[in-house]
T-cell receptor
Framework: NAGVTQTPKFRVLKTGQSMTLLCAQD?????MYWYRQDPGMGLRLIHY???????AKGEVPDGYNVSRLKKQNFLLGLESAAPSQTSVYFC????????????????FGAGTRLSVL | GENVEQHPSTLSVQEGDSAVIKCTYS??????FPWYKQELGKRPQLIID?????GEKKDQRIAVTLNKTAKHFSLHITETQPEDSAVYFC??????????????FGKGTKLTVNP
């Protein structure tokens, strides 16, 4: 049981290049999330998905696109990378915790460190 | 939308002392408040959480308190140890119909425990 796996772990892009970050979870979780983490800014939600085939915008969605074609995978795309997208990207997943009251326990991947030059 | 403020941004304590981190939230409908710990270079991991129908929860050396009226919650770490050094994030969430739940995080507190 690997949990949440992110690939790649590191990447350096030139301005204008495109790339896709892959998140895979093997816990059969319904919900998946993409965050970016910048110094002093905490974890900011980019996009999220509440189920296969669905996506929604988070707090900082501009410049990113996502897709959730399979329940276990959540892809984050940068069509034309900009230096402002230099960050550490975390994927997370959670399930609908019904028993005993509402909870949203999120399990994070190890992160992708992206530099855009 | 929800806004979570976290203080202080940095906290330095001596080993064995207590540490307290405070958060406030804006949406009175929020009903779930987790705390995550992120060690240097690692992923965030849940350490404790509390629901709005509970005022306090304790797990060994860590505890969380919630004041719904004032809309604030706090993390308390007693008898701090060097391995408690990390960045701590609070978050708030509310259950919604249709399952669009998400967490709104505070900006984090960097805790340093000095031996």
């Amino acid at each position: 049981n690997a949990g949440v796996t992110q690939t790649p772990k590191f990447r350096v892009l030139k301005t204008g290049q495109s790339m896709t970050l892959l998140c895979a979870q093997d816990m059969n979780h319904e919900y998946m999330y993409w965050y970016r983490q910048d110094p002093g800014m905490g974890l900011r939600l980019i996009h999220y998905s509440v189920g296969e085939g669905t996506t929604a915008k988070g707090e900082v969605p501009d410049g990113y696109n996502v897709s959730r074609l399979k329940k276990q995978n959540f892809l984050l795309g940068l069509e034309s990378a900009a230096p402002s997208q230099t960050s550490v990207y975390f994927c997370a997943s959670s399930y609908n915790h019904l028993g005993g009251g509402y909870k949203n326990i999120q399990y994070f991947g190890a992160g992708t460190r992206l530099s855009v030059l | 939308g929800e806004n979570v403020e976290q203080h202080p941004s940095t906290l330095s304590v001596q080993e064995g002392d207590s540490a307290v981190i405070k958060c406030t939230y804006s949406d009175s409908a929020s009903n779930y408040f987790p705390w995550y710990k992120q060690e240097l270079g690692k992923r965030p991991q849940l350490i404790i959480d509390i629901r709005s129908n509970v005022g306090e929860k304790k797990d060994q050396r860590i505890a969380v308190t919630l004041n719904k009226t004032a809309k604030h919650f706090s993390l308390h770490i007693t008898e701090t140890q060097p391995e408690d050094s990390a960045v701590y994030f609070c978050a708030a969430s509310k259950q919604t119909q249709g399952g669009s739940e998400k967490l709104v995080f505070g900006k984090g507190t960097k805790l340093t425990v000095n031996p």
